[in-house]
């Protein structure tokens, strides 16, 4: 694979595009072709990355957003009459491109909406917490995904009982959720 002969091609097809979309259709489009040699998925995951970096330059982001790969194979987005997912390699890949950005971008809104509510819910809470460092676990709940007690008990310099037991309260608050649905060895986040 000649990987820099790829790159001037690509950037050739953001820069002569008329605007995003048609960037992001063009580079998948052409990255499909162009790594003919390589495994279809490997190159299909490759180009659907690709077409989220175009976006966001040719949109002027800082750094690209993971839309089109999250959203690709979802069921709304299958047609003809197999209702086979759609291709960059597909004569209407421009349009599935469309509506696999709208609904990707009506997905991410949602999920923002909801991080909103439960951060609120986190700030609400944060008051009615009587341990010494709940500022830090809470600090911690907003930079990650999902916290275990034990390296909350480590960071906030909590026992892990004490740690555990913010955790319930906050659970009783309304302010996180356990997700690994165990009974030992829990994680929680938003």
């Not at 259709?25 to 052409?30: E, F, I, P, Q, T």
């Not at 979802?74 to 469309?98: F, I, K, Q, V």
């Not at 390296?151 to 009982?161: G, I, P, T, V, Y």
Request: glycine share 6%; proline share 5%; aromatic share 6%.
């Amino acid at each position: 694979m000649d990987a820099h002969g790829l790159a001037d091609a690509l950037r050739e097809v953001v820069t002569s595009a008329n605007d995003p979309l048609a960037a992001a259709a063009g580079v998948s489009a052409r990255a499909m072709h162009d790594l003919a040699a390589v495994p279809a998925i490997d190159a299909e995951i490759f180009a659907l990355w690709l077409a989220d970096v175009a976006l966001a330059q040719k949109l002027g982001w800082n750094a690209p957003a993971p839309l089109l790969a999250t959203v690709i194979a979802h069921p709304l987005l299958r047609s003809g009459p197999n209702g086979r997912r759609p291709r960059s390699g597909d004569r209407d890949w421009s349009t599935a491109l469309a509506s696999a950005y709208a609904f990707a971008a009506c997905e991410a809104i949602d999920v923002a909406g909801g991080l909103s509510r439960q951060t609120q819910k986190l700030f609400d809470a944060a008051p009615k917490l009587r341990a010494k460092s709940a500022a830090r676990v809470i600090e911690m709940m907003l930079a990650d995904d999902c916290v275990a007690p034990a390296r909350a008990a480590k960071n906030a310099k909590l026992s892990e009982r004490s740690a555990r037991r913010l955790f319930d309260r906050l659970i009783e608050l309304g302010a996180v959720r356990e997700l690994s649905g165990r009974a030992s060895f829990r994680l929680y986040g938003l």
